[in-house]
T-cell receptor
Framework: GAGVSQSPRYKVAKRGQDVALRCDPI?????LFWYQQALGQGPEFLTY????????KSGLPSDRFFAERPEGSVSTLKIQRTQQEDSAVYLC?????????????FGPGTRLLVL | SQQGEEDPQALSIQEGENATMNCSYK?????LQWYRQNSGRGLVHLIL?????REKHSGRLRVTLDTSKKSSSLLITASRAADTASYFC???????????FGTGTRLTVIP
């Protein structure tokens, strides 16, 4: 596709439910990032993949958060036993290369509401 | 915690006026980027300025960088209603591939 796509766009979960958020990066992009954006705040880094390798997961807030990119393209962010504080917009971004001067292209995000 | 902070938090101007937003950050950087986010949409990359650059232009956008003060500014000239959005600065971090975003400036351009 022309850009990064994410699904679902909106997700409402009951506290304690597991959720899975999908990201389709731009075809051929090596790097993939997940960010969490709370209401009224800037995005905060969660995790980074270079192809299928998860090179940095230092931003994941707890062991309930898990991300994978098994074939180096599509990525899934899974949140187990969701809590109300997990309510946020989850943004996925991809970049062509792996350097930190690469432009990151963002998807529209998944807005998660945990009740 | 986030790397940068934008100032002001909110800005309201008339169409045709110029808008200036400032960003301060904490650690040394290789580059600084500005992004725009419209309500309910993803972030759109606007411009990247490298640490060895002091000023950069792109259309109606002008970005300055002062590494001695760890600050940057984004100037939007001849603003339009369509410029209404939140604007974020983002920096790289030492040894990191990810971006560190500021808290954002919410710009409203009144037609």
């Amino acid at each position: 596709g022309a850009g990064v796509s994410q699904s679902p766009r909106y997700k409402v979960a009951k506290r304690g439910q597991d959720v899975a958020l999908r990201c389709d990066p731009i075809s051929g992009h090596v790097s993939l990032f997940w960010y969490q954006q709370a209401l009224g705040q800037g995005p905060e880094f969660l995790t980074y993949f270079q192809n299928e390798a998860q090179l940095d997961k230092s931003g994941l807030p707890s062991d309930r958060f898990f991300a994978e990119r098994p074939e180096g393209s599509v990525s899934t962010l899974k949140i187990q036993r969701t809590q109300q504080e997990d309510s946020a917009v989850y943004l996925c971004a991809s970049s062509l290369g792996s350097g930190n001067q690469e432009t990151q292209y963002f998807g529209p995000g998944t807005r998660l509401l945990v009740l | 915690s986030q790397q940068g902070e934008e100032d002001p938090q909110a800005l309201s101007i008339q169409e045709g006026e110029n808008a200036t937003m400032n960003c301060s950050y904490k650690t040394s950087i290789n580059n600084l980027q500005w992004y725009r986010q419209n309500s309910g949409r993803g972030l759109v990359h606007l411009i990247l300025i490298r640490s060895n650059e002091r000023e950069k232009h792109s259309g109606r956008l002008r970005v300055t960088l002062d590494t001695s003060k760890k600050s940057s500014s984004l100037l939007i000239t001849a603003s339009r209603a369509a410029d209404t959005a939140s604007y974020f600065c983002a920096t790289d971090g030492p040894g990191a591939n990810n971006l560190f975003f500021g808290t954002g400036t919410r710009l409203t351009v009144i037609p």
